[in-house]
């Protein structure tokens, strides 16, 4: 249950900020899904609101689709311009997290910038090359914002209208699960780039199996997958054991790449 004393509820972006900054042990409400989960009672906390951040819209100079900070996951499920994007992955990737009244809450923004490693969304996202645009540091690439420690606001995910080539795989005990593995590729001018996530650690690049790929080829996805096992590190947690994740990795690199090799020759 969440709980709290007192709720701030600015009106602009910049009143966020500096609410933020000044007070540095508040968390954001962003949909507030995972501290509703927690049994901490909050001093104070900052409501997103009324920021303005709730749209989905198509920048037609850049070609891209900006997906503010406060969209939903339901909202993204929902947008007819995103099911033309990557064959509609992001919509699909979205429509398997848990139900639709937790979708319905739970934003974009939160979901990017909490980096949780059980993320459905953020593999995907790392392989279509998505940026995110902050309020003090402005845009960025979402590899790069992974490791990214400065205190700032995700304002909005930014993804090309016309984007790489790439294929996502999870597996989860049932449907509507947390997954306890999450993998996606990328396939373009600079070749295959590997990304595996719910570890449980957060998605990272499997640098090594990415390489083996460019090198050789889509036939050694097996050696690929071997890699990926190795290279990444596993922990066990109440989802599945290190060992049952390494395992399975191995299979879901032969998927993926399979799967995007059926879409780059299209």
């Known amino acids: 249950m969440l709980a709290f004393v007192k709720v701030l509820q600015p009106k602009t972006l910049e009143e966020v900020y500096q ?5 540095k042990t508040a968390p954001l409400l962003a949909g507030g899904c995972w501290l509703r989960l927690g049994k901490r009672r909050w001093p104070l906390v900052i409501d997103m609101s009324q920021s303005g951040l709730d749209y989905i819209r198509l920048d037609e100079k850049e070609r891209e ?4 900070a406060m969209a939903t996951q339901g909202d993204v499920e929902r947008d007819t311009s995103l099911q033309s994007v990557a064959h509609g992955l992001l919509p699909k990737a979205v429509h398997e997290i848990l139900g639709v009244q937790f979708r319905n809450m739970a934003t974009m923004g939160g979901s990017v910038a909490s980096r949780f490693g059980f993320s459905d969304i953020i593999p995907l996202l790392l392989a279509l090359r998505a940026d995110v645009v902050l309020y003090h540091g402005g845009r960025m ?4 914002y992974m490791t990214w420690k400065e205190r700032d606001i995700l304002v909005e995910v930014r993804i090309s209208c016309d984007p790489p080539t790439v294929a996502i795989d999870t597996l989860r005990n049932s449907r509507g699960d947390f997954p306890y593995l999450t993998g996606a590729i990328r396939y373009d001018t600079e070749g295959y780039a590997l990304y595996i996530g719910a570890r449980p650690g957060a998605p990272g690049k499997a640098v090594e199996a990415s390489n083996l790929l460019n090198a050789i080829g889509p036939q ?8 990926a096992a190795n290279e990444l590190t596993y922990q066990s947690n109440s989802h599945a054991s290190s060992a049952y994740r390494q395992a399975m990795v191995v299979g879901m690199v032969r998927r993926l790449v399979s799967e995007v090799d059926k879409w780059k020759s299209r």
Do not use: V
């Open 65 to 68: 689709i900006c997906i503010g």
């Open 220 to 227: 050694m996805a097996c050696k690929a997958g071997e890699l």
């Open 141 to 144: 690439s979402l590899e790069s």
């Open 19 to 23: 609410l933020f900054i000044k007070h």
